[in-house]
């Protein structure tokens, strides 16, 4: 089955730093989506990506959907200490019906030290 | 604007009782709706999907089953909990034409 490859599974960084994360895919997808994980809570939507190639910014975020539909990166510059959690990429083949299911990658921890 | 409600946010129930996990969305029609598991310090493990009313797939063989009585409601129940049911269980829907699916809050299940 599809699996999107997320590593390493945690990362520290200084704050006012810059880290970047990658989410790879042995198949493509058509749609790639970047979420964060507060402890205890939902996985929040950061960045939608829907064209390959496409650069798309929030705030201090960056992501970009690969050409090849097989992978995505996720940019945080100056990084403050709200940004600890854990980010979730996902893949989606798009609609209608089953093609809508996501398929996550395994996340990664991201710790920041003041 | 849409939102999505769980409930309850924690829950403790002793092995074998009964399990009804209650999920509703406003704010949209038709949604797509989910059931998730996650295990502590692990990714997001599909449970069911719905892309309509009385329409249910399930993903993984398992302990659990999943309901959509009406169109913004999605339950997810056990008669009999076993002990590797424990876990965070997130909801989530879409509007299944492309958009990005936006989760709950999570019910944390901890069975003794």
């Known amino acids: 089955g599809q699996q999107l490859n997320q590593s390493p599974q945690s990362m520290f960084i200084q704050e006012g730093e810059d880290v970047s994360m990658n989410c790879t895919s042995s198949?493509?997808?058509?749609?790639w989506l970047w979420y964060k994980q507060d402890p205890g809570e939902g996985p929040v939507l950061l960045i939608a990506l829907y064209k390959a190639g496409e650069l798309t910014s929030n705030g201090r975020l960056t992501a970009q959907f690969g050409i090849t539909r097989k992978d995505s990166f996720l940019n945080i510059s100056a990084s403050i200490p709200s940004d600890v959690g854990i980010y979730f990429c996902a893949g989606q083949l798009g609609p209608p019906g089953a093609n809508s299911k996501l398929t996550f990658g395994k996340g990664i921890t991201l710790s920041v030290r003041p | 604007s849409q939102t999505i409600h769980q409930w309850p946010a924690t829950l403790v129930q002793p092995v074998g009782s009964p399990l009804s996990l209650e999920c509703t969305v406003e704010?949209?029609?038709?949604?797509?709706l989910y059931w998730y598991r996650q295990a502590a310090g692990r990714g997001l493990q599909l449970l069911f999907y719905s892309v309509g009313i009385g329409q249910i797939s399930s993903e993984v063989p398992q302990n659990l089953s999943a309901s959509r009585p009406q169109d913004r409601q999605f339950i997810l129940s056990s008669k009999k909990l076993l002990l590797s049911d424990s876990g965070f269980y997130l909801c989530a829907w879409d509007r299944g034409s492309g958009q990005p699916q936006h989760f709950g809050d999570g019910t944390r299940l901890s069975i003794l």
């Open positions: 198949s493509i997808f058509n749609t």
């Open positions: 704010g949209t029609s038709n949604p797509n």
